[in-house]
């Protein structure tokens, strides 16, 4: 019918552009996608499925978009220019704009549960099961539910998708891996670190990751650095070890924490019966000072080629006309600005991995503490230096760890409009939903006296605030839930 043949086609135009870090005509998610679709239905429904809740997602938040059936031609009609959400617009949405007070169109819903039902006879079969438009299925559903809320099973989803890993034999073993193995890897160690669980994809999975030759790796694919990723793929097991029993009457010792020289750490009782948690700790933190990001794998505008060949005709970034070529010294000097902007964001990623560290290491310390905002300065610092679209807008992991340790109100303003940024640029509605968790820190954070001042820390965090490890998450009693679990890239 001519709407699906719409949502296919704006699937093509619009999510193809923005699901990547950067378009280009050999992008697998309209290369490989689409033309497996048209040869299986499951596959094909989760497209729709996906297209539609897009659609909702930019009308939830006020943001313009290709219309239908007022369109005669969809095909032929790109998208409409973006209608940017401000920090004023933003709160006139808050508080209305939750998923679960306005759902998805039907349309969207009846697409995802035959997505599901036609998946589900996939899955039933040993030989279809293995086949690529299976995995693909799945990849697409986690998107949509990204798009949808950023909320869901994902454990369960993940748990799913690793089973059906080692059913078609990927690994260092066989040697096979492609670049949907390499996504799910990279959303199920993300999201552990947040949701309070160990990932499920790690080992010999990350090695692949790290050994790819593919133009489409990590980097061009989510915007983070593979090395890096393997020091952060690693938090989510620091963060579980901080929750082992300790020795009785260890979170008694008194440690001299109120005075805060702004240069010190604070001191801390390793010798508290979690030795694999400081062991693990200290030798991640080192590594992650010692670090520094490189351009051999960087995602850049430039090495996407997007001047010569590229398929899109998304409006999201601008392209040379046809048949010209820059002059030399200026491609040059571009792709040393854009390399620029990704080592920036590298250590944005760096810096917010520490923050997550020291919060596990310190969950009785307030938020103002110096060894908090020494390292939300340096996060902030580099996030100014990258550009809020592209690869600025793959950054909610490190900006949603920062976010939550914010006391200054103009930090809380950078974050804040970056959030919204990336909602603009991509339009997944799980930009917003991280940044409601992040209001609901702050305002709880205000109705405590906390007046966005920093104050050093003369005072020591409430009573309650002084558990250990994970759970000093700021997030935690936010969003804690055995089930549902919150997906922020």
Same mark, same amino acid.
């Given at each position: ?88 617009? &933003? ?54 539910? $990204? ?5 869901? *099973? ?9 089973? $059906? ?24 160690? *993300? ?19 790290? =050994? ?14 593979r090395d890096l990723f393997m020091r952060l793929a690693g938090l989510g097991r620091i963060n579980i070890l901080s929750q082992m029993p300790t020795t009785p009457g260890a979170e008694n010792v008194h440690l001299d924490d109120v005075n805060d020289d702004g240069k010190s750490e604070p001191a801390r009782n390793e010798n508290d019966g979690r030795r694999d948690f400081w062991l693990a700790w200290n030798a991640m933190k080192s590594d992650l000072y010692e670090w520094r990001p490189t351009t051999h794998h960087a995602a850049t505008f430039s090495r996407m080629n997007l001047d010569r060949g590229s398929e899109s005709t998304s409006p999201r970034k601008a392209k040379s006309p046809p048949g010209f070529a820059p002059p030399t010294a200026h491609a040059k000097a571009k792709e040393a600005v854009e390399m620029n902007h990704w080592l920036h964001a590298c ?14 290491? &310190? ?17 902030? =610092? ?101 089930? *549902? ?5």
């Amino acid at each position: 019918s001519p709407h699906l043949r719409f949502l296919v086609d704006y699937y093509d135009k619009t999510i193809c552009s923005v699901i990547v870090v950067f378009d280009g005509h050999n992008n697998p998610f309209r290369r490989k996608i689409l033309s497996m679709a048209f040869q299986n239905s499951a596959l094909l429904e989760a497209v729709f499925a996906l297209s539609q809740s897009h659609l909702q997602s930019r009308k939830r938040m006020g943001l313009s978009t290709v219309s239908y059936p007022e369109i005669a031609s969809p095909i032929m009609t790109p998208t409409s220019p973006h209608s940017p959400m401000t920090p004023d617009s &933003y709160r006139s949405h808050s508080s209305d704009c939750s998923p679960s007070i306005h759902g998805i169109p039907d349309s969207a819903i009846r697409h995802k549960n035959n997505c599901t039902r036609l998946l589900q006879n996939h899955l039933a079969d040993s030989v279809a099961s293995k086949e690529d438009p299976v995995s693909a299925t799945l990849l697409i559903l986690l998107f949509y539910h $990204l798009c949808d809320s950023g909320v869901g *099973m994902f454990k369960t989803h993940l748990a799913g998708v690793k089973r $059906l890993m080692m059913m078609r034999e990927v690994g260092t073993e066989t040697g096979r891996w492609g670049w949907m193995e390499t996504i799910f890897c990279w959303l199920d160690n *993300m999201c552990s670190s947040i949701n309070n669980r160990e990932a499920q994809l790690r080992g010999g999975y990350l090695d692949m990751i790290r =050994d790819s030759s593919d133009e489409w790796g990590l980097e061009s694919l989510t915007g983070c650095n593979r090395d890096l990723f393997m020091r952060l793929a690693g938090l989510g097991r620091i963060n579980i070890l901080s929750q082992m029993p300790t020795t009785p009457g260890a979170e008694n010792v008194h440690l001299d924490d109120v005075n805060d020289d702004g240069k010190s750490e604070p001191a801390r009782n390793e010798n508290d019966g979690r030795r694999d948690f400081w062991l693990a700790w200290n030798a991640m933190k080192s590594d992650l000072y010692e670090w520094r990001p490189t351009t051999h794998h960087a995602a850049t505008f430039s090495r996407m080629n997007l001047d010569r060949g590229s398929e899109s005709t998304s409006p999201r970034k601008a392209k040379s006309p046809p048949g010209f070529a820059p002059p030399t010294a200026h491609a040059k000097a571009k792709e040393a600005v854009e390399m620029n902007h990704w080592l920036h964001a590298c250590n944005v990623y760096r810096y917010a991995a520490i923050l997550y560290l020291d919060r596990l290491a &310190y969950p009785h310390l307030p938020s103002s503490h110096s060894i908090f905002q020494n390292t939300i300065r340096e996060v902030l =610092d580099h996030v100014a230096c990258v550009p809020p679209v592209g690869l600025g807008s793959r950054l909610l992991w490190p900006l949603f760890i920062t976010g939550s340790e914010c006391v200054v109100d103009a930090h809380k303003t950078l974050i804040r409009e970056r959030c919204l940024d990336m909602q603009n640029d991509v339009g997944f509605f799980n930009k917003f939903s991280s940044l409601d968790v992040l209001e609901k820190i702050w305002k709880s954070d205000e109705e405590e006296g906390n007046s966005g001042i920093f104050a050093g820390a003369r005072r020591l965090g409430k009573p309650e605030n002084r558990s250990i490890g994970g759970r000093g998450l700021r997030w935690r009693k936010i969003i804690g839930s055995d089930k *549902m679990e919150y997906l922020m890239i």
